[in-house]
């Protein structure tokens, strides 16, 4: 009596179980051995509906997973920011923000930056 190929599936008379071919490789399974490919889609794993086998079976890929980004930190109340159209000016200036200048009109500037 001849017997016929069975791939990598095993064959029980005693416990029959079904055979499925693996939908990358092509090679005959017993279907209870064959899994599922995932890969991510968004913020879960998405079933691509390809039954493969242990050597087929890809990680899913996880740049594929949308990144949730926290949020913005809570403001501070009453900020105080730098005044930097006068600090960084070389005049010499009153509390005000006037510029002092001579009895010529020149404005009066620091040595140095």
Request: overall charge neutral.
């Amino acid at each position: 009596m001849a017997w016929r190929f069975h791939g990598r599936a095993q064959v029980s008379p005693s416990n029959p179980r079904s055979f499925a071919i693996c939908d990358r490789c092509g090679a005959l399974y017993n279907h209870t051995s064959l899994n599922w490919q995932q890969e991510w889609a968004g913020t879960r794993l998405q079933n691509l509906r390809l039954l493969v086998c242990n050597r087929c079976l890809d990680v899913p890929q996880p740049q594929l997973k949308t990144r949730i980004l926290p949020p913005d930190p809570m403001p501070i109340k009453d900020p105080r920011p730098q005044d930097y159209n006068t600090a960084n000016n070389t005049f010499i200036t009153t509390n005000d923000g006037d510029r002092i200048s001579t009895n010529d009109d020149d404005n009066i500037i620091t040595s140095g930056s």
